[in-house]
């Protein structure tokens, strides 16, 4: 089916139809709600990254006025156990997989710091607060394995003292023949390279709210998930509730990016246990300095890789070995470092190819994906070492990725390792050099590099270029559904499971129905992340959203449109091949005045007294599910153009660009807010954002006031141009966008600080950077040549 | 309940005369946000990094998760509450928001919408380098700022020209 013919709502710069309610304070955050007889709860966390724990003294805690209750691990009976893993090992021959999933309240030991011990529910949060003050709990400080490197050496100690190292797991993948690739090639570099740990830093902690109703015998849990229908089922399951006695809201939420998909965060579970079992509603809101230790992290990993290329710089093999810091659990299986692994194949061809990936267990925070979730890392190496490649071979740094983009009529391309969804890794389709080429031209890089450059270094001044691509794996699977209804009043309703925290859902869904249906997209109300509206489905991850849902509500709608045009054609009297659906009727083609309204129809197909066709189905409503073969496979160029000042290593970016292919584009305006948003993180997580942790698993940046977020003074206007090569693998042709914007930043920074600093053999291999850390590396590139005012 | 001491807190809240006894702690922003209800104004860190708590003190942007709610007394207090229009709609600034799709989740608009305010009040036609150092004192994680700054300045052009 071509969708999109009936008057180009997708595809239209629509403003959202959520905005009216977050502009004005009547959103609905987690935090917002207000239940009557409402307790809060605080919990005392770990303040070491590993200890044994000894006793636990809470009674003063209990003994203070408006304390209701102080729970440890020992009081939760059955439901202390540890959680699901959430993501099952990879499919890859010979892969080692240790299961080793976090658990409600901390029995025997803590693993990280942040872990929760014990959970305070009094009358006001400052007394819960003042509660978890009163516990004494008797640690035995164990060192700590908070060293990614030092954490598998011989001897270090043990997260889970029941294996026999630190390693949580071992996947090698490949294809074609890397030695033979190594030997034929002209050259070979070989470089190691670090990505550290930041935080998603979502402006909204985390929170969950759970209320037992004993009369309706109903648990209704607010929760800031991005996934609301598998809490649902996973937490009935852990409490032995019916999954229809337990509802959960993910209402507005303050930014997810990840982190707020886990199953389940310890306070999931144990919040609304408390609430069951203290028969009153029960709220806890996380601070930040919580959210600090408590929400999960990413990025840690460190890559000793390997180009071959010949002497045109055509790459002949790519051989990576690296470590992955999984944290002190791995209940996301191994996500992250499978997009690691796919995509250091980037837009190109590469015959042969060997990656293999060890996973750590640390004493640090656990790890989940993070917008991007390991596709950082796999770009910043491939796009790396060609930038190393080109300058030993005297390249320009566009030409090389020119000379080894994937041909257009490579697509559909089989990359012959496995991908997160366990499917072969495909790209689906693509047209790379086009990306490459509109990106070189809007950042002027010809002229830059040419002309301006050598001017600007003439003058004295530090200015480069940097120009990078990536690809993005989205829309995976398995599944999201929808249900789509024309009311009475002729609005159209949309219920879908999947979660929503600023995508703008609401209103790109909406133009997928609206589209189907012929009505105004104003017209639709769109409902997410509630289980009591919508029950099937997964959640809201790997730029999964449009893709999924909204080819599930692109389909429901299209059922809907079906049925309005056969009862419409019952009711004038023609073919239902005579009937268009526009401006909210079902009318005769070139025959505007025969019409019937939609909401007319939707009452005439739920009559009140008569009978009707037997088999018939009430109601002018659908209920359709979708679910890809597998990920859909977008790509993309950054490119920019920045000054450093070499005194103080600031960094000013002059200009920035985005060329990226979504797909077809449901909604330009919404895209270009997700690249933004994108390329914002992706510029904190190059040079501000890092968790700085001791050798102990202290982490010391743990606040605003240390891990800078970048501001409007720190990120650049971004030009977004949009190419468009629709997916085969759905109808709509749409691929995801949510992390696009984040990928590349790291790789093109360091090439383009490298430029603009023009210092012979400097080599950037590390990201986050930081003014402090750029100017320690540049003294000691400057002591190991022996230069003065090293 | 505890029996801590209360003190009494008299202010003007959105235009309404409010009379409440609080903790000596109660922190202005919960004061707003859980005594009175007015959930508009966001708390993102608590301690004044992030901005998403501002609400306007006698017409002054401040951060009312660093203020104490007795330090409200006596003062008049505008949240994001006030910043519409009647009966629900769209004041102008709300408006430019929504049409430059200046927010994404929404949690750092009621911050941003209340220091902006203050600053147009001050600033009728500023420089897109002077909206980006007024937005400075806000983080916002979702958009990059872009369409906020678009936003801010098409609601001082269609202040002049309005
Ligand atoms: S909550 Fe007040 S500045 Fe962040
Ligand atoms: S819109 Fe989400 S933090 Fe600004």
Not at chain 1, 86 to 95: F, R
Not at chain 1, 304 to 332: K, M, N, Q, W
Not at chain 1, 512 to 525: K, R, S
Not at chain 2, 49 to 78: F, I, K, M, N, Y
Request: glycine fraction near 12%; charge should be negative; proline fraction near 6%.
């Amino acid at each position: 089916m071509v969708a999109g013919a009936q008057g180009g709502v997708i595809g239209a710069r629509l403003a959202r139809n959520e905005d009216a309610r977050l502009l004005t304070g009547r959103a609905l955050f987690v935090d917002d709600l207000q239940l009557p007889g409402m307790l809060h709860a605080a919990f005392l966390r770990s303040p070491h990254a590993h200890a044994r724990l000894g006793a636990i003294d809470a009674e003063r805690a209990r003994a203070l006025p408006g304390v209701v209750a102080v729970f440890t691990a020992d009081d939760l009976g059955a439901a202390w156990r540890p959680g699901p893993l959430l993501v099952p090992p990879p499919p890859v021959p010979g892969a080692l997989f240790h299961e080793r999933t976090q658990v409600p309240l901390a029995r025997g030991k803590v693993r990280h710091l942040g872990e929760p011990i014990a959970l305070v529910v009094a009358e006001s949060r400052e007394l819960a607060e003042d509660a978890v003050a009163e516990i004494r709990v008797d640690f035995a400080v164990l060192p700590a394995a908070a060293d990614l490197e030092g954490a598998l050496a011989p001897g270090a100690p043990r997260v889970h003292d029941d294996l026999d190292s630190n390693l949580a797991a071992h996947v090698v993948q490949g294809r074609g023949d890397v030695e033979a690739g190594r030997a034929a090639a002209r050259l070979v570099v070989r470089r190691r390279f670090r990505y550290d740990r930041g935080a998603a830093a979502a402006l909204e902690g985390r929170g969950v709210v759970a209320e037992w109703d004993a009369r309706a015998e109903r648990l209704t849990v607010w929760d800031t998930t991005q996934a609301p229908i598998p809490i649902r089922n996973g937490l009935a399951a852990w409490l032995g509730l019916s999954e229809d006695r337990l509802r959960v809201v993910a209402p507005f939420i303050g930014g997810g990016f990840g982190p707020k998909i886990m199953m389940f965060y310890p306070e999931e579970v144990v919040v609304p246990w408390a609430a069951l079992r203290l028969g009153r509603p029960v709220k806890w809101v996380s601070d930040r300095a919580e959210d600090f230790v408590s929400t999960t992290q990413e990025r840690l990993q460190i890559h000793d890789a390997e180009l071959a290329v010949d002497g045109d710089g055509r790459i002949l093999a790519l051989a990576d070995s690296f470590l992955h810091d999984t944290g002190a659990y791995d209940p996301y299986g191994l996500t992250v470092p499978l997009n690691s692994q796919a995509n250091a194949l980037g837009l190109y061809a590469i015959p042969a190819y060997r990656s293999e990936l060890r996973a750590v267990f640390t004493n640090l925070p656990i790890v989940t994906p993070y917008r991007g979730a390991g596709r950082q890392h796999g770009t910043f190496v491939i796009e790396r070492l060609l930038d190393l490649a080109a300058r030993e071979l005297g390249l320009d740094r566009a030409e090389i990725r020119r000379r080894n983009l994937l041909p257009k009529e490579a697509f559909p391309v089989a990359q012959g390792i496995v991908y997160q969804d366990f499917t072969e890794l495909t790209y689906d389709s693509g047209d790379y050099a086009p990306i490459l080429e509109q990106a070189l031209e809007r950042i002027g890089y010809r002229r830059f590099v040419e002309e301006e450059q050598p001017r600007a270094r003439a003058a004295g001044r530090r200015r480069g270029i940097g120009i990078v691509t990536y690809v993005e794996g989205t829309g995976i699977g398995p599944f999201e559904g929808a249900r789509v209804q024309v009311q009475g009043s002729g609005r159209v309703t949309v219920a879908t499971g999947v979660g929503t925290q600023g995508q703008g859902h609401f209103t790109a869904f909406a133009q997928v129905a609206a589209d189907a249906l012929g009505v105004d997209a104003a017209e639709i109300d769109v409902t997410t992340g509630d289980t009591d509206r919508f029950h099937w489905g997964t959640g809201t991850f790997a730029s999964r959203g449009a893709v999924v849902a909204g080819n599930a509500i692109h389909a429901a709608a299209g059922a809907v449109a079906e049925r309005a045009r056969a009862l419409a054609a019952a009711a004038l009297g023609v073919e239902a091949g005579e009937i268009e659906l526009a401006g909210g009727a079902a009318r005769v083609r070139g025959e505007p005045g025969r019409a019937i309204g939609l909401g007319e129809l939707a009452r005439r197909a739920n009559p009140l007294r008569g009978a009707v066709a037997s088999g018939s189905e009430p109601g002018l409503e659908a209920t359709r599910y979708f679910g890809p073969e597998r990920g859909a496979t977008a790509a993309g160029a950054h490119a920019m153009i920045v000054e450093v000042d070499p005194e103080t290593m600031a960094v000013a970016i002059e200009k920035y660009v985005v060329v990226h292919d979504c797909g077809r584009v449901i909604n330009p305006l919404l895209v270009e807010g997700q690249v933004h948003g994108g390329v914002a993180q992706g510029i904190g997580n190059a040079y501000y954002e890092q968790l700085v942790y001791d050798a102990s698993g202290q982490l010391l940046n743990g606040s605003f006031m240390d891990f800078l977020v970048p501001t409007a003074l720190d990120v650049p206007p971004i030009e977004v141009g949009h190419l468009e090569t629709p997916s085969p693998l759905n109808p709509l042709g749409v691929k995801g966008a949510g992390e696009a914007g984040a990928i590349p930043t790291g790789a093109l920074f360091a090439q383009a600080v490298e430029d603009a600093l023009g210092l012979p053999g400097f080599e950037i291999l590390e990201i986050p950077l930081s003014p402090n850390r750029l100017f320690e590396l540049v003294r000691a590139h400057r002591a190991a040549r022996g230069e003065e005012g090293a | 309940m505890s029996g801590a001491r209360r003190l009494a807190v008299r202010a003007e809240i959105n235009g309404r005369a409010v009379a409440r006894e609080v903790e000596p702690r109660r922190l202005l922003s919960d004061f707003l946000r859980h005594d009175l209800g007015l959930t508009g104004t966001h708390v993102g860190c608590e301690h004044g990094v992030c901005g998403a708590c501002t609400v306007l003190l006698d017409g002054e942007p401040v951060r009312s998760c660093l203020l104490l709610a007795v330090q409200a007394d006596g003062h008049a207090v505008e949240t994001v509450e006030a910043l519409g229009g009647e009966q629900g709609a769209l004041g102008p600034l709300q408006e430019a928001f929504r049409r430059a799709h200046a927010l994404q989740c929404g949690f750092c608009t009621p911050g941003i919408l209340t220091t902006i305010t203050a600053f147009l009040r001050e600033h009728a036609e500023p420089t897109e380098a002077e909206v980006r150092r007024a937005l400075s004192g806000n983080l916002c994680r979702c958009t990059g700022y872009q369409h906020i700054v678009d936003a801010v300045l098409a609601a001082a052009r269609s202040r002049r020209d309005g």
